[in-house]
């Protein structure tokens, strides 16, 4: 699926990205890793300012090929389909559907499918320490009747 899905006005930008299904159909090179399936970033096709978000698919007996940390961004990992185990500075975390961790930028990670289904999940990344409001405190209520169209 390509940025052909976006939509965009003056305050916001909208892409479809396939159903969860077909993120496996995406792809990416990554510097010494080679092209890489079922992983896409969405901070360029919908121009975030504060954060970046990958959508990805991991086939059943696949795993990430390398640790990695951050210099900055700590990491959220929502899973949303499946079965797999985090390896987080040397500690095993199972995960399956519904399972969130967060990853300080100096913990040394990795992962793997070891479940019979793709694994499905998104990552949220963002700078440590950035989030100043959050939740109802960062809202307005506006004075305006809510109305949608027939």
């Known amino acids: 699926m390509q940025n052909g899905n976006l939509k965009q006005g003056t305050h916001y930008a909208a892409y479809d990205s396939g159903t969860p299904l077909e993120w496996m159909d995406h792809t990416l090179e990554i510097q010494g890793l080679g092209e890489i399936r079922g992983k896409q970033f969405l901070k360029d096709i919908l121009q975030f300012t504060g954060c970046e978000i990958s959508v990805n698919s991991l086939p059943s007996g696949a795993s990430m090929p390398?640790?990695?940390?951050?210099?900055?961004?700590?990491?959220?990992?929502?899973?949303?389909?499946?079965?797999?185990?985090?390896?987080?500075?040397?500690?095993?975390?199972d995960v399956k559907e519904g399972s969130v961790i967060r990853i300080a930028p100096n913990g040394v990670r990795t992962w793997r499918n070891n479940g019979n289904q793709p694994l499905l999940y998104i990552i949220v990344q963002m700078r440590e320490n950035s989030l100043r409001q959050y939740s109802i405190g960062d809202g307005i209520v506006l004075d305006k009747a809510v109305t949608w169209p027939n």
């Open 66 to 93: 390398v640790y990695h940390q951050h210099q900055e961004n700590e990491e959220i990992y929502i899973f949303i389909q499946g079965q797999g185990q985090m390896q987080i500075d040397e500690e095993i975390i």
